[in-house]
């Protein structure tokens, strides 16, 4: 078997086990979402989205004391999507 023969069958089974390492994890993380969803993180863009405010004020919000407590990771923030769905009903409450 020729040099570039084994390297293009070397490249094909790197190939199948990368998809087949990824496809596993994807199951894994539908699995672990299915399981147990407010165990989620979401981010400052993620709340922005949610509550469809510039960016700047969810930082501002935080400020203030309006938002949940958040979880700092590595110079991040992030909040628990459980705490964002108290925080909404609690909110909603509030309004009636």
Same mark, same amino acid.
């Given at each position: 078997?020729?040099?570039?023969?084994?390297?293009?069958?070397?490249?094909?089974?790197?190939?199948?086990?990368?998809?087949?390492?990824?496809?596993?994890?994807?199951?894994?993380?539908? $699995?672990?979402?299915?399981? $147990?969803? $407010? #165990?989620?993180?979401?981010?400052?863009?993620?709340?922005?989205?949610?509550?469809?405010?510039?960016?700047?004020?969810?930082?501002?919000?935080?400020?203030?004391?309006?938002?949940?407590?958040?979880?700092?990771?590595?110079?991040?923030?992030?909040?628990?999507? #459980?705490?964002?769905?108290?925080?909404?009903?609690?909110?909603?409450?509030?309004?009636?």
């Amino acid at each position: 078997m020729s040099s570039i023969n084994r390297k293009s069958i070397e490249l094909a089974d790197l190939k199948e086990n990368v998809t087949n390492y990824s496809l596993q994890n994807c199951n894994n993380l539908s $699995d672990l979402v299915n399981k $147990d969803p $407010d #165990s989620y993180l979401l981010d400052a863009k993620k709340i922005s989205e949610l509550f469809n405010i510039h960016i700047v004020s969810v930082y501002r919000w935080k400020a203030a004391g309006l938002l949940p407590d958040c979880v700092k990771i590595k110079r991040r923030l992030y909040w628990r999507l #459980s705490d964002i769905r108290e925080f909404i009903a609690s909110q909603m409450n509030n309004a009636i």
